[in-house]
């Protein structure tokens, strides 16, 4: 057993460690704090991909002092719900993702849109379907991933048609899984988007009962946190400058772009080509037209019940800059 002056000089000792791992816990607890990263979600298919693959965002993001860490998504919804749990930081989706988050009260806020690209999401049938207009959809079963896009292609084009929503059977399937029902014949049709829908399109023949022409704008949005916008607006521009610096590159080098775009998502060229064609690449700030334009698939929305409460657009729009 150790004598007093021995306890006391291992007393000291422990006083000491204890001192030490404290100031290195100090230590490593402020280099945290200084780390900065903006965590960015994107889907296999859109500019935030290409932006991923390119590494164009580190390098306008290092003279700021921030990183970047990138996430994949199956589809908006899954997105955004990483968005409310504080899981990412920027991300898009398009039309309806936002207004379901939104209601559900996550804290969003639009920072830029795409122009309206509504040939890049449709309604298909197989290619031997005995359906031959939107009106043929009554009492059928409809694949769709909830809360997308395409949720509000298929409300609004079943209003058009005269076929109450309720009198559809919606299925709620992610891409994989309704492209796997609608071949075995376990939908009647299918509700989805490109780059899906123009793979659909070439390699079963399925056949468009109607796409968002004269029915949606099919708009995607940029989105981010009001804290981290509030905390970060200069890394929110500087996403957003490399979303348009890509964007730019895809518009004048659509070949190119489906080539790179191929081994990224398994999709032939040719097909991504067709699917490029059909989307906007030119991110812009949120206008008050486009802010008018979502409200409107906001209160669909809440008229048919699919969203908890009314919201406001514009209450989750990025004030314009002073």
Same mark, same amino acid.
């Given at each position: ?25 100090? @230590? ?41 860490? @990138? ?121 989805? @988007? ?54 730019? @590159? ?73």
């Amino acid at each position: 057993m150790p004598d007093a002056s021995s306890r006391l000089s291992l007393t000291r000792r422990g006083f000491a460690a204890l001192a030490a791992a404290g100031l290195v816990a100090g @230590w490593a607890g402020a280099a945290c704090a200084q780390e900065k990263v903006v965590r960015i979600g994107y889907q296999k298919y859109g500019t935030l991909i290409l932006l991923k693959n390119k590494g164009l965002l580190e390098d306008k993001l290092k003279p700021l002092g921030y990183s970047v860490r @990138w996430s994949e998504f199956p589809a908006g919804p899954q997105l955004l719900e990483a968005l409310n749990a504080g899981a990412i930081d920027f991300g898009n989706t398009g039309e309806a993702p936002p207004i379901f988050a939104q209601a559900a009260g996550a804290p969003l806020v639009y920072v830029g849109y795409e122009p309206a690209a509504p040939e890049g999401e449709a309604i298909l049938v197989p290619k031997g379907s005995p359906l031959k207009s939107v009106a043929d959809l009554k009492g059928k079963t409809v694949a769709l991933n909830k809360g997308s896009n395409v949720h509000y292609l298929l409300v609004r084009a079943l209003e058009k048609a005269g076929v109450a929503y309720a009198d559809i059977k919606p299925a709620f399937l992610t891409p994989a899984d309704a492209r796997a029902a609608f071949e075995r014949g376990s939908v009647d049709a299918w509700a989805i @988007w490109d780059p899906f829908q123009a793979a659909a399109e070439k390699t079963i023949e399925a056949r468009q009962l109607a796409d968002g022409t004269g029915i949606v704008s099919n708009y995607q949005f940029y989105f981010t946190t009001q804290s981290f916008a509030d905390r970060a607006p200069q890394v929110v521009d500087a996403v957003l400058a490399g979303v348009a610096e890509i964007g730019a @590159w895809v518009k004048a080098n659509p070949k190119a772009a489906a080539a790179e775009f191929s081994p990224l998502i398994g999709i032939p060229i040719p097909i991504l080509e067709v699917a490029l064609a059909r989307q906007q690449y030119d991110v812009k700030p949120i206008t008050p037209a486009v802010t008018a334009q979502q409200q409107e698939v906001a209160d669909a929305f809440f008229k048919l019940g699919l969203i908890p409460k009314a919201i406001r657009i514009s209450d989750a729009v990025r004030a314009p800059k002073s």
